[in-house]
């Protein structure tokens, strides 16, 4: 049985995560994840004052490793555009690690948010940089205005849903070298 020293505030937040995919929001209680992790609720509470500040850690931890730290580790000035995107979405299609829940980890942060403002509030902010980011990328590739945005928009939306069919081995994988290379194609000119 692990003691209150042995865990770490990040594998409690890692069991709610476990819980939170396999079971919804209304699983990540104290007394689920003691079970979980065989502690006592005295392990719990020495790491968390409690359940929502637990549940704002999560979020956060979420929104830090699956925007922030995506975004740092896509800033290269070595990589083009197209190889930028490229590597975006073999990252984000090869998170998370199982500890945090595994391929339905968006989706279930994303169903958590559907009833919970404050989750909401995070999902929006990470949502808003992730596409402000994506709209930079699209700009810097040759896009401009609207089209960049709504392009970024479009890749935005493709990642999430490829994150949430992650997991259907019956659906064909999607050519990413070629999804790339259509949303960084200019659309010809109405003329």
Same mark, same amino acid.
């Given at each position: 049985?692990?003691?209150?020293?042995?865990?770490?505030?990040?594998?409690?937040?890692?069991?709610? /995560? +476990?819980?939170? *995919?396999? !079971?919804?929001?209304?699983?990540? #209680?104290?007394?689920?994840?003691? #079970?979980?992790?065989?502690?006592?609720?005295?392990?719990?509470?020495?790491? /968390?004052?409690?359940?929502?500040?637990? #549940?704002?850690?999560?979020?956060?931890?979420?929104?830090?490793?699956? *925007?922030?730290?995506? %975004?740092?580790?896509? *800033?290269?000035?070595?990589?083009?555009?197209?190889? $930028? /995107?490229? #590597?975006?979405?073999?990252?984000?299609?090869?998170?998370?690690? +199982?500890?945090?829940?595994?391929?339905?980890?968006?989706?279930? %942060?994303?169903?958590?948010?559907?009833?919970?403002?404050?989750?909401?509030?995070?999902?929006?902010?990470?949502?808003?940089?992730? $596409?402000? /980011? @994506?709209? $930079?990328?699209?700009?810097?590739?040759?896009? !401009?205005?609207?089209?960049?945005?709504?392009?970024?928009?479009?890749?935005?939306?493709?990642? =999430?849903?490829?994150?949430?069919?992650?997991?259907?081995?019956?659906?064909?994988? %999607?050519? =990413?070298?070629?999804?790339?290379?259509?949303? @960084? *194609?200019?659309?010809?000119?109405?003329?």
């Amino acid at each position: 049985m692990a003691g209150k020293d042995t865990l770490t505030p990040e594998d409690w937040i890692k069991a709610a /995560f +476990r819980l939170l *995919t396999s !079971a919804g929001p209304k699983a990540i #209680r104290v007394d689920y994840l003691c #079970r979980e992790l065989g502690v006592t609720k005295g392990s719990f509470y020495w790491h /968390f004052t409690d359940l929502a500040a637990l #549940r704002a850690a999560m979020v956060e931890h979420w929104r830090h490793m699956a *925007t922030r730290d995506v %975004i740092t580790s896509m *800033t290269s000035a070595d990589l083009s555009p197209r190889e $930028l /995107f490229i #590597r975006l979405f073999e990252t984000v299609l090869a998170m998370p690690e +199982r500890d945090y829940g595994g391929p339905m980890t968006e989706a279930a %942060i994303r169903h958590w948010a559907a009833g919970d403002d404050a989750v909401q509030k995070v999902v929006r902010d990470a949502d808003a940089e992730r $596409l402000a /980011f @994506l709209t $930079l990328q699209m700009r810097g590739a040759g896009l !401009a205005g609207p089209e960049a945005r709504s392009r970024a928009s479009l890749l935005l939306a493709t990642l =999430i849903g490829l994150e949430q069919l992650a997991g259907e081995p019956a659906l064909p994988r %999607i050519d =990413i070298s070629g999804f790339v290379d259509a949303m @960084l *194609t200019p659309a010809p000119s109405a003329e």
